[in-house]
């Protein structure tokens, strides 16, 4: 008997302790639980511990109770001026009414309400991006935007016994096909400021080139001014000492002049100098006086190692004058041109007015 008895109360301890098990449930701190029998809900536990429920007749849900994340996908809107954007959006939720929550959303549960939330929150934002210009939805500061999008939403997710915490528009484009010709636009814009901006550079260049060109010719020509001033007033105290210094001694100042036009005169290696014999020139060559006459033993004489010759260069065709040598030419010859003797001198001497006679073509 014993036996038997040892046999049957097996199964019945197994059997308690099956139901002591499924009559108790357990709620986590992160989860809100409601309890429904037949498909109603009978009771709604929030705080965190042990619950009990009738076994295989009750049965438990449990939902998350933290703040949950939903990324819409991306839409068009068409704001105030009819310009389209692409938004898409962020939104913070929660349930707040378990049981409200079960009956809107019935079993699908999370994925169900993450649904109809992104269809109230598409909603919400085209009404409200609707209402305003575009400039207004690409500005810096959306915060009134998004907290009006926000408010709408809520009151429209009250019904499924979740509450929207806040909205953030995470993106706000031209469309992809407009792109192009909103980039052209900016860039025709930006070109138009670069030329004008080059051409009032351009403007002020020509000014101030201009400017200093006009002060570069008046500093030039006040200079040359001032440099002609000084020039004439410097000639004018060179002829005064020249005046003065022939006033003083007329025979020694002309003596000097002669010397030094012989000098210039005979510098170049390549020159040649045809004269009268008996021109002034020769004044202070000749062994005569100058006033003198032979004219022919001047003929003769040797300047700075040149060679001279009576008839060797020339042939004369003009009568001879009275008291001339037999010879009508004297020549000072080095290899090449004829230069007018004289031209160095600054100021009219004795010797300025020598003439210069060139030799007649040889027959």
Do not use: C
Not at 129 to 137: C, E, F
Not at 285 to 290: I, M
């Amino acid at each position: 008997m014993s036996r038997i008895l040892s046999m049957i109360a097996l199964p019945l301890v197994i059997v308690v302790a099956v139901l002591a098990m499924t009559s108790v449930y357990i709620v986590d701190v992160r989860e809100k639980a409601l309890v429904t029998r037949f498909g109603e809900v009978i009771h709604v536990r929030e705080e965190p511990g042990l619950g009990l429920k009738l076994p295989l007749v009750d049965t438990v849900v449990t939902y998350d109770a933290r703040i949950l994340g939903l990324q819409t996908d991306p839409m068009e809107v068409t704001p105030l001026d009819d310009r389209r954007l692409v938004v898409d959006a962020f939104a913070r939720w929660q349930i707040v009414e378990v049981a409200q929550f079960r009956r809107a959303v019935g079993s699908g549960g999370i994925e169900q309400a993450q649904s109809r939330i992104e269809g109230i929150l598409t909603n919400a934002i085209r009404a409200v991006l609707g209402s305003v210009p575009s400039t207004t939805v690409l500005s810096e500061d959306r915060t009134p935007l998004m907290n009006q999008i926000r408010d709408l939403a809520r009151q429209e997710a009250q019904s499924l016994g979740v509450s929207i915490i806040d909205v953030r528009l995470t993106r706000t484009d031209l469309p992809e096909q407009n792109l192009t010709a909103t980039y052209a636009r900016m860039r025709a814009e930006r070109e138009r400021e670069a030329a004008d901006e080059r051409a009032r550079g351009g403007e002020a260049a020509q000014r101030i080139r201009a400017a200093a060109d006009r002060t570069v010719v008046e500093l030039t020509s006040q200079a040359r001014a001032q440099a002609e001033v000084v020039r004439g007033e410097a000639d004018a105290q060179r002829n005064a000492i020249y005046a003065d210094a022939f006033g003083r001694d007329s025979e020694f100042f002309s003596f000097t002049r002669s010397m030094q036009a012989y000098d210039r005169a005979l510098q170049s290696t390549n020159s040649s100098i045809v004269l009268r014999p008996d021109g002034e020139f020769f004044s202070y060559l000749n062994d005569a006086a100058p006033e003198g006459a032979s004219a022919g033993a001047a003929a003769g004489a040797s300047v700075g190692g040149a060679a001279t010759g009576t008839g060797a260069a020339t042939t004369a065709t003009t009568p001879e004058p009275a008291g001339a040598a037999s010879a009508t030419g004297a020549a000072v010859q080095t290899p090449a041109t004829t230069t007018a003797p004289g031209s160095t001198t600054p100021i009219p001497a004795p010797v300025a007015g020598a003439a210069s006679t060139p030799a007649a073509p040889a027959n």
